[in-house]
């Protein structure tokens, strides 16, 4: 989807920043949901460095709690909170929780456990009509009842300014989607449900901005964006394995094997 | 305080009228519903405030989410539905979504207790009160009756903290003093006296105004801020307690007034009435539930004799 004669789009050097960040930060805190923020990085990056949306007015609600370093980056990144709180993620004395917390500036909702995001993010969707409200939930999160509620009130009460961005790598904690719980044909159950749905590749800034603006523009259909992503996407050893769901202390060797990797 | 021979009201009228009325001067104020419309009265209210009535259907944890969400966007918002299905059902959503979040959603939960009667256990909630309590920033209420209904509703819809207020189901006795207001944290003496403290929430407190021998009655309404100072001042005072309650005995108020005697450091002579690690059962007269589990008038008058005759 790249326009003829751009070879770099201008998301690719903040979305290596962030990775970066992302992977400093569990690293220094021995621990952290690295598969999954890596999966949704490109889709917040998207979401926050462009001007589809102003989340100082629309709201962003990142369901899947587990995803936090990729936000906490992102509102460092933005100078919400100080770069050096970062280091101290889900520390006994830091305000960033192991998941994510509305007591940090520019989060929220406080989440972690899972298939809450949807209903919250239509609550707030009904009650402030005049703004967009953006949830971010994942592809292993749609096992729980709760968001087929959600599907189903937003269908209910037309609401045309919410919109659920599934960040699709396929991995779950322990193992792929398909074998713990098969949730296929996800767009085609959207549909059904009375949805609008695009189904893109999650790491294309292109496709991103471009499916995000046709979200925006629905007028009374809620709107669904499938990203296809990969789960711990930029460090090649990594992708599509979910034993990298969540990782512990990472040996001096694989960080540095990771860290060039995302440096190049 | 014989029933058969009272004045009988509908908490849930009471709450619904109220409701009703508020709505017209708090154009933010919202009911969220669960599929059980008809049932908590709020027909009414749907019919006109049609924008904020909003109907979840038969979805706890989602009610639970959109009215955390809607509360978030600056709403006032109350989660109306049996208390055996929120918080039965949905304490997940309500500690993440309401509580953690820190928003101020008032959650109903109607049909407390055995008096739910012939519906029978699944309908009967009777662990709704240690849910809430446990949950960090969460305040609990229970109401003696309609009157006390009206008030508390009005002071609840002021406040911007996480609430549960627990109602009932069949007509019950109006014994509130109608000149006492309601206050969060606050207890209300409605008889005192010197042998014995009693005290609870909700209808079944009713049945033990008049019995003999002489008996200081208070009306826990405010659970949680619990009202220490009045409660610890009268156990002073009468060195017995009777905790009245119907709900599980475990989680439940006496649980706190004992938590509440033992550090305090006072001598009480301590004792219950409140249902024994048991599920509820069917019964056209909730009355005749009071019985078989034990918490009936004549098991009141058991206890106090038990309090009193203990040295």
């Known amino acids: 989807m790249k326009p003829w004669g751009q070879s770099v789009h201008p998301l690719t050097n903040v979305a290596r920043e962030l990775r970066l960040s992302v ?18 990085l490109d889709i917040m990056t998207a979401l926050y460095f462009t001007d589809i949306f102003n989340f100082d007015r629309d709201h962003f609600i990142l369901s899947a709690g587990h995803l936090c370093p990729t936000l906490y980056a992102i509102l460092a990144k933005k100078n919400k909170i ?27 909702f406080s989440s972690g456990s899972l298939g809450q995001g949807l209903s919250f993010a239509s609550g707030l969707a009904l009650g402030d009509k005049d703004h967009h ?59 059904r449900f009375g949805w609008t749905v695009q189904t893109i590749n999650g790491h294309d800034y292109y496709a991103l901005q471009k499916a995000l603006k046709i979200a925006k523009n629905s007028s009374i259909y809620p709107a669904c964006i499938i990203a296809k992503t990969t789960m711990s996407k930029g460090i090649s050893f990594m992708e599509n394995d979910y034993h990298y769901h969540d990782v512990k202390k990472l040996s001096p060797e694989v960080y540095k094997l990771a860290h060039n990797e995302l440096e190049k | 305080m014989n029933w058969k021979n009272s004045n009988l009201s509908s908490m849930r009228e009471a709450f619904a009228d109220t409701i009703f009325d508020l709505a017209k001067d708090d154009s933010d104020l919202y009911v969220v519903s669960v599929g059980l419309r008809p049932s908590i009265l709020m027909d009414k209210f749907a019919l006109r405030y049609k924008t904020r009535f909003i109907e979840v259907g038969v979805a706890e944890n989602n009610a639970a989410g959109v009215s955390a969400g ?110 006492k207001g309601f206050t969060i944290g606050q207890s209300q003496i ?49 060195g017995r307690c009777l ?15 004992a938590t509440l005697i033992l550090k305090s450091g006072l ?45």
Not at chain 1, 23 to 40: K, Q, T
Not at chain 1, 164 to 175: A, E, L, P
Not at chain 2, 276 to 290: A, E, I, K, T, V
């Open chain 1, 133 to 191: 409200t953006v949830c971010l939930t994942t592809d292993g999160e749609h096992d729980e009842g709760q968001i087929w509620e959600a599907i189903m009130f937003a269908n209910k009460y037309h609401q045309g300014n919410l919109i659920n961005i599934v960040d699709y790598n396929g991995q779950q904690i322990g193992g792929t989607t398909n074998e713990i719980m098969p949730l296929e044909e996800l767009a085609a159950k959207y549909i």
């Open chain 2, 243 to 257: 905790v009245i309650e119907d709900h599980q005995q475990i989680g439940g108020l006496g649980e706190a007034v």
């Open chain 1, 82 to 108: 100080k770069n050096s709180l970062l280091s101290t993620y889900s520390q006994i004395d830091s305000i960033l929780e192991g998941h994510s917390s509305s007591t940090v500036p520019g989060v929220e």
């Open chain 2, 267 to 311: 001598k009480c002579k301590f004792a219950q009435i409140g249902v024994d690690n048991q599920f509820g059962r069917s019964s056209h007269d909730p009355l005749d539930l009071y019985r078989l589990y034990g918490l009936s008038t004549t098991d009141i008058i058991t206890k106090i004799n038990y309090l009193i005759s203990k040295k």
């Open chain 2, 70 to 179: 809607l509360a978030k966007s600056g709403k006032n918002v109350f989660l109306c539905t049996y208390a055996c299905f929120s918080p039965g059902i949905n304490l997940a959503t309500i500690k993440q979504s309401i509580c953690e979040n820190n928003l101020p959603v008032k959650i109903i939960g109607f049909h407390g207790g055995l008096l739910t009667g012939e519906l029978g256990s699944s309908h009967q909630m009777l662990e709704d009160i240690a849910l809430m309590r446990s949950l960090p920033t969460m305040e609990v209420f229970a109401p003696l009756d309609s009157i006390e209904t009206i008030k508390m509703t009005r002071v609840l819809a002021k406040s911007n903290r996480s609430t549960y207020m627990r109602l009932v189901r069949p007509d019950t006795p109006s014994c509130y003093p109608p000149k």
């Open chain 2, 190 to 238: 409605l008889q005192t006296g010197k042998d014995v403290t009693v005290l609870g929430y909700g209808p079944i407190l009713t049945q033990a105004i008049g019995l003999k021998p002489s008996l200081e009655i208070i009306n826990i309404s405010s659970i949680k801020p619990l009202d220490e100072k009045t409660i610890l001042k009268s156990i002073k005072k009468t």
């Open chain 1, 23 to 40: 992977l400093d930060m569990i690293n220094s805190a021995g621990s952290g949901h690295l598969g999954g923020s890596f999966s949704s």
